[in-house]
């Protein structure tokens, strides 16, 4: 198993700011991914953060509005750009540590646009 | 068409009796089948995942997967008070998939 860091749990920001989401594993893994989390409705994945590399983004998510970093294999921020409030959601950062079978997260970023 | 679709409840049961959670899928090219459970104001955390079809049991769960129907279901026995959260079933091929998750509350 692994255990994750994630911080800040919730903020409240302005319109137009930017926030920075961080996430600290306690094991190195390979893959470290970002999701958001909207009432009702399914996670997304926003991108996968390789480490050495820029992030791989899904359809939908480009790397303007959500910067990511992965400096080490234990290590991922998430920064969300130029907020408006169709940005509130819940923000998770995830890892797998074995083959894609098993997926652990962070214990969320409520993040709320105000 | 969603890739996963799984009825968002929500769904309240009385305290022991069994849940059924179902969830059913498009893509027959998903092999790893999980169940997630999230409390309010955690991230989800695995419960049970099964390789292609067929029953998995952890204590008061189970896990079932018929690909042929492209449908999959958790079953919690004697339910308790403490299931109360969402669960989110997912599955992958390479990339991960999520329902929407299920809303449950076991009423004492």
């Known amino acids: 198993s692994a255990v994750i860091s994630q911080k800040p749990s919730r903020d409240i920001c302005q319109r137009g700011t930017s926030l920075t989401i961080q996430c600290q594993v306690d094991?190195?893994?390979?893959?470290m991914f970002w999701y958001r989390q909207q009432p009702g409705q399914s996670l997304t994945l926003i991108a996968t953060?390789?480490?050495?590399?820029?992030?791989?983004?899904e359809s939908g998510f480009v790397i303007d509005k959500f910067p990511i970093s992965r400096p080490n294999l234990t290590f991922s921020t998430l920064t969300v750009s130029n907020m408006s409030p169709e940005d509130s959601s819940i923000y998770l950062c995830?890892?797998?540590?074995?083959?894609?079978?098993?997926?652990?997260f962070g214990q969320g970023t409520r993040l709320t646009v105000v | 068409q969603k890739e996963v679709e799984q009825d968002p409840g929500p769904l309240s049961v009385p305290e022991g009796a069994i849940v059924s959670l179902n969830c059913t899928y498009s893509?027959?090219?998903?092999?790893?089948f999980m169940w997630y459970r999230q409390y309010s104001r955690k991230g989800p955390e695995l419960l049970m995942y099964?390789?292609?079809?067929g029953n998995k049991e952890d204590g008061r769960f189970t896990a079932q997967v018929d690909k042929s129907s492209k449908y999959i279901s958790l079953f919690i026995r004697d339910s308790q008070p403490s299931d109360s959260a969402t669960y989110l079933c997912?599955?992958?091929?390479?990339?991960?998939?999520f329902g929407a998750g299920t809303r449950l509350t076991v009423k004492p």
């Open positions: 094991s190195q893994v390979t893959m």
């Open positions: 997912a599955m992958s091929a390479g990339g991960m998939r």
């Open positions: 893509n027959s090219a998903f092999q790893y």
């Open positions: 953060a390789n480490q050495g590399s820029e992030a791989t983004y």
């Open positions: 995830s890892v797998v540590i074995q083959g894609d079978t098993e997926a652990f």
């Open positions: 099964t390789y292609s079809s």
